[in-house]
């Protein structure tokens, strides 16, 4: 049985446009082959394994697309994957339910780093009890590397980054300050992203500038909760009130602004990474043009890959191996991270498919 990511006509559709995205954009960080995959065949030795699957907070709609990928995987594969975390993104909560999966004794553990320092002492006890640690779509710090196995990324943080910055100057004819409504100042994923984010826009568009006057001064956080990421959302409005455009690279921070702006009838532009079907409603009836994402579906179905073939000796993490998942061949690049794919942009012109993939 050849491996499908995703059954439906419209999912086989996605997972063809991150392969192709992949190999144009990203060639430098990704090994992609179409090759199908040839250990994807239900694995009897993987039918014991129990997989814990956490997100930041369970709360989060992106979350549950990426558990519907690690699902997927966990069927394909037979292991049994329990999807559990905290109600809020912080590492203290992730913590506690990491200790839960400890003292459970399950076999592996698929993670979002709400916090890349606060869990590592938890993630090195899983470590040392045996669990098999990777992490997704968000990692720890690049000095607690070793603290995971692997860490099965999106995309290479720069490209994530400037591709933010050159959607907001569309969006406001290269000219303003802009602001950054992010989610929480402990995570990695946003952390890099914005990093990229200071010198490209500053070197690139000459009339743009960052509210404030710096990076630092521009950035806001609303922790990925939706009554936080709004009040942020006005705090920029009343801190600056000259604001151009606001980036949200977190799908919680991303609707949470489109809802306000649209409630306010705010002019402020606003993009970042959204949920396609969670930010339908405003591409469809104008309040937004353009977001961007990859698809969080595949993102936790190859994770879950990572960690088994891992189990089963066929993959060890290090540099330069490599592994297959729904056909597509991912290769470990320095620090210890695969990269998916850039992120797709989502517009009035191709949303009404997307949102009803993920
Ligand atoms: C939120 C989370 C997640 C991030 C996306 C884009 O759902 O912060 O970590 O990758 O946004």
Request: some cysteine; proline content about 4%.
């Amino acid at each position: 049985m050849k491996n499908r990511l995703i059954k439906s006509g419209l999912r086989t559709f996605a997972l063809s446009a991150v392969v192709a995205l992949g190999i144009a954009g990203c060639a430098s960080t990704e090994t992609v082959t179409e090759e199908p995959a040839e250990s994807t065949e239900t694995s009897e030795a993987a039918e014991s394994y129990r997989i814990a699957i956490m997100p930041k907070a369970i709360n989060i709609g992106y979350f549950a697309a990426w558990d519907e990928g690690a699902q997927k995987a966990c069927e394909e594969l037979g292991a049994t994957c329990d999807y559990i975390g905290p109600n809020e993104a912080t590492g203290p909560a992730q913590v506690q339910f990491i200790n839960q999966v400890i003292q459970e004794g399950y076999d592996a553990l698929v993670i979002s780093a709400a916090d890349q320092n606060a869990i590592v002492p938890a993630l090195q006890e899983a470590a040392a009890a045996g669990i098999t640690i990777v992490t997704s779509d968000a990692d720890v710090a690049a000095e607690s590397a070793d603290s995971r196995l692997v860490s099965i990324l999106p995309s290479a943080a720069d490209r994530i980054g400037t591709a933010e910055v050159d959607w907001i100057a569309e969006e406001v004819g290269e000219e303003g300050c802009v602001a950054i409504l992010s989610a929480a100042a402990t995570a990695a994923n946003q952390n890099v992203w914005i990093a990229a984010m200071g010198p490209y826009l500053e070197e690139t568009y000459p009339n743009m500038s960052w509210c404030g006057g710096d990076l630092e001064s521009a950035t806001f956080y609303g922790d990925d909760d939706a009554t936080k990421s709004v009040e942020q959302f006005n705090a920029i409005l009343s801190q600056y009130p000259d604001v151009a455009g606001i980036i949200a690279p977190t799908t919680v921070g991303v609707l949470a602004a489109a809802q306000e702006k649209k409630a306010k009838g705010a002019t402020v532009a606003v993009t970042g990474l959204g949920l396609p079907s969670e930010m339908a409603p405003y591409i469809e009836d104008g309040t937004i043009t353009k977001v961007g994402l990859w698809n969080p579906i595949d993102l936790g179905y190859v994770a879950v890959y990572a960690a088994v073939l891992s189990m089963q000796g066929e993959f060890d993490g290090s540099v330069g191996s490599t592994f297959t998942a729904g056909g597509v061949t991912y290769e470990v690049i320095e620090g210890g991270i695969a990269f998916l794919g850039d992120p797709f942009t989502f517009t009035i012109d191709n949303i009404a498919t997307f949102k009803e993939i993920y």
